[in-house]
């Protein structure tokens, strides 16, 4: 594995880079705010080939790798952990099951314009009762001649407020269990769909997060993603993937909290000097520093492993365990360098203080990938 940058990789950082400094930040206090979907700076991100990073050009995509993709998370969660995830959703949950699962025609309809921006993805998945156990879904597809009726309901899908097209998971054979889930791509305008509020939250308020109903929806068989049946292991793939695009939205916004404290640290004054010179706060930025290249470093390489071997669970719920914890204590930290003034909105370390905790939580918790981790170490023992 390289663990430098490719030059193409570095020009993108460097363009991604530019778009975040002045398209994405100016408006990014503002979106925290009011909870406005940024759906014209996710068009302006399109543009840049941002929807689908790593699908290829002939589809709509940019055609890059995964560690590209990674980079450009990294990036714009930097200034705006909302448009990150807003990402990260429409290129690891949806572009990246239609690319692998689809069919040609699927691909035509569906893929090229959600890669190319011109259309929003969402991945409808969790419901009340079913979040961590996602093999408890109760949503229902039943087989009606060439299509299929659905009726349930899902919680807290990211992009839901807006998005144009759903991947939907419901129970085909409720008596299978996890093998009798189907996975269906459902435009957003089918009669029998509905969206639920905008949810206010702690953090990545601008994220769209709403519930998502189907009332006897009936929808062709051909927008089934898959055989009838394989929706389980379509959601499970497709959440390793998304683990790392979560990884990479952490170390983005840990970053973004660090070289907030690391100026304030330089030009707070105290006792008759910057702050920086105390080694109390020497020691904090020592330490964030360190797991900021070490989280980043577990997600270069779990998008390496994705691209190279046919299994990555093992990798990606690693990079996900720890740049999520790790943002966790990063923001922790760069908030109490700031002091007092941490604490206030003026600052914009306290909106990356509240955007790290979820990354602790969505695409699969932190005590769910510890499963996964455990799982890996006792099979290879």
């Not at 069919?103 to 009762?129: H, I, M, S, W, Y």
């Amino acid at each position: 594995m390289e663990i430098e940058l490719s030059e193409e990789q570095e020009l993108l950082r460097e363009t991604v880079r530019r778009f975040a400094r002045e398209v994405v930040a100016p408006r990014a206090k503002q979106i925290d705010a009011s909870g406005e979907f940024p759906l014209a700076t996710f068009r302006q991100a399109a543009e840049l080939g941002l929807a689908g990073v790593c699908v290829p050009e002939e589809l709509g995509g940019a055609g890059m790798e995964m560690i590209a993709y990674c980079v450009a998370i990294e990036e714009i969660s930097k200034v705006c952990a909302s448009t990150g995830v807003i990402l990260s959703v429409n290129n690891s949950l949806v572009c990246d099951p239609l690319l692998r699962f689809a069919n040609d025609e699927q691909k035509r309809q569906f893929l090229a314009p959600l890669a190319a921006g011109a259309k929003l993805g969402c991945f409808a998945l969790t419901e009340p009762e079913a979040g961590s156990d996602a093999a408890a879904l109760r949503s229902r597809a039943r087989r009606d001649g060439d299509r299929y009726v659905l009726d349930g309901d899902k919680v807290f899908i990211t992009n839901g407020t807006h998005a144009d097209v759903a991947l939907v998971f419901a129970s085909t054979d409720p008596e299978k269990k996890h093998r009798g889930i189907s996975c269906f791509v459902v435009p957003c305008d089918t009669p029998g769909f509905r969206r639920g509020e905008h949810e206010y939250k702690l953090g990545v308020q601008a994220s769209g997060t709403t519930q998502l109903f189907f009332d006897a929806m009936s929808v062709p068989a051909a927008w089934r993603l898959g055989e009838e049946g394989a929706g389980f292991k379509i959601a499970m793939s497709t959440l390793d993937g998304g683990r790392i695009g979560i990884a990479a939205q952490a170390v983005g916004i840990a970053q973004g909290a660090f070289e907030a404290a690391l100026a304030y640290a330089q030009e707070r004054q105290q006792f008759g000097q910057p702050i920086s010179k105390f080694q109390a706060i020497q020691f904090y930025l020592a330490d964030m520093a360190m797991e900021l290249d070490a989280a980043r470093l577990l997600v270069y390489k779990a998008a390496w492993a994705k691209e190279t071997q046919k299994r990555y669970s093992l990798e990606a719920a690693q990079a996900k365990l720890f740049a999520s914890e790790m943002a966790q204590r990063v923001t922790n930290k760069a908030l109490q360098i700031h002091g007092g003034y941490g604490y206030t909105r003026e600052y914009d370390v306290e909106r990356f203080f509240r955007d790290a905790r979820i990354t602790e939580i969505y695409e699969g918790t932190s005590e769910i990938q510890k499963l996964v981790i455990a799982d890996w170490i006792l099979k290879a023992g």
